[in-house]
C-alpha cells in the first residue's frame, strides 16, 4: 500500500517565521502536487512538481521534488496569517492514475 | 472557465437513508474523482471515471456507488447511511492531457444523524 507521510502533522508559527513541511513515501510518483485547504472548502492546487530533483518558488513558498521522486519538500518564507491552512502532498502514479494524498500539515501563523 | 461545482453544498440525512451528491467537472475536463474527507481519516480515494468508466476504486463499501455521463458530469449515491459517513465529499476534475493534476470543487458537507 502506497503511503504519503506528512511531518509535522501540525504547526503554530508566529508571522514571519520560516518553515518547512515535508511529504515522504517508499513509492516512486510520476508527479507529486501540493494543495492548501481552508476549512469547509476544497485543496487548491498550489504547485505540480513533475522532474527529480526539480525546484519550483511561487513568491514565497519553496517546492522541491526528491531526486527519486519519492520525496518532496515546502518550504515558505516569512509566514504570513493569510498562509494558514491544511497544506496536503499529493502523489500521482501514471500507469495506474492514481493519486495518493498525504496525512495532511494543519499550519496556523500568528499576527 | 467555470471550476468544479458540486451540489449541494450542505445536506441533512438520518441513518438508513440514502443520498446522491453531483458534480460537474471544469469544461473538457473527462476524469473526474471522488474523495471522502474526515478528520480522522483524511482524504480517501472514493472512485475515478473517466470517460463514463469507472478506472479506479478505493477500499469503500459497495454502499458507496458512482456514475458518470456523457457530458462527463459525475454523481455519487451512499445508500443505507450511517453516523459514520458524515463527512466532506469532493470532486476533482483532471484534463486528459494532464490527469496529473486535478482541480477540486468546494465539496458537499454531509451529516448523518
Known amino acids: 500500500t502506497q503511503l504519503l507521510e506528512q511531518s509535522p502533522q501540525f504547526l503554530s508559527i508566529q508571522e514571519g517565521e520560516n518553515l518547512t513541511v515535508y511529504c515522504n513515501s517508499s513509492?516512486?510518483?510520476?508527479?507529486l502536487q501540493w494543495y492548501r485547504q481552508e476549512p469547509g472548502e476544497g485543496p487548491v492546487l498550489l504547485v505540480t512538481v513533475v522532474t527529480g530533483g526539480e525546484v519550483k518558488k511561487l513568491k514565497r513558498l519553496t517546492f522541491q521534488f526528491g531526486d527519486a521522486r519519492k520525496d518532496s519538500s515546502l518550504h515558505i518564507t516569512a509566514a504570513q496569517p493569510g498562509d494558514t491552512g491544511l497544506y496536503l502532498c499529493?502523489?500521482?502514479?501514471?500507469?495506474?492514475?492514481?493519486?495518493?494524498f498525504g496525512t495532511g500539515t494543519r499550519l496556523k501563523v500568528l499576527a | 472557465k467555470a471550476g468544479v461545482t458540486q451540489t449541494p453544498r450542505y445536506l441533512i440525512k438520518t441513518r438508513g437513508q440514502q443520498v446522491t451528491l453531483s458534480c460537474s467537472p471544469i469544461s473538457g475536463h473527462r476524469s473526474v474523482s471522488w474523495y471522502q474527507q474526515t478528520p480522522g481519516q483524511g482524504l480517501q480515494f472514493l472512485f475515478e471515471y473517466f470517460s463514463e468508466t469507472q478506472r479506479n476504486k478505493g477500499n469503500f463499501p459497495g454502499r458507496f456507488s458512482g456514475r458518470q455521463f456523457s457530458n462527463s458530469r459525475s454523481e455519487m449515491n451512499v445508500s443505507t447511511l450511517e453516523l459514520g459517513d458524515s463527512a466532506l465529499y469532493l470532486c476533482?476534475?483532471?484534463?486528459?492531457?494532464?490527469?496529473?493534476?486535478?482541480?477540486f470543487g468546494p465539496g458537499t458537507r454531509l451529516l448523518v444523524l
Open positions: 476533482a476534475s483532471s484534463s486528459s492531457t494532464s490527469l496529473e493534476t486535478q482541480y
Open positions: 513509492s516512486v510518483f510520476s508527479s
Open positions: 499529493a502523489g500521482f502514479t501514471s500507469g495506474t492514475y492514481k493519486y495518493i
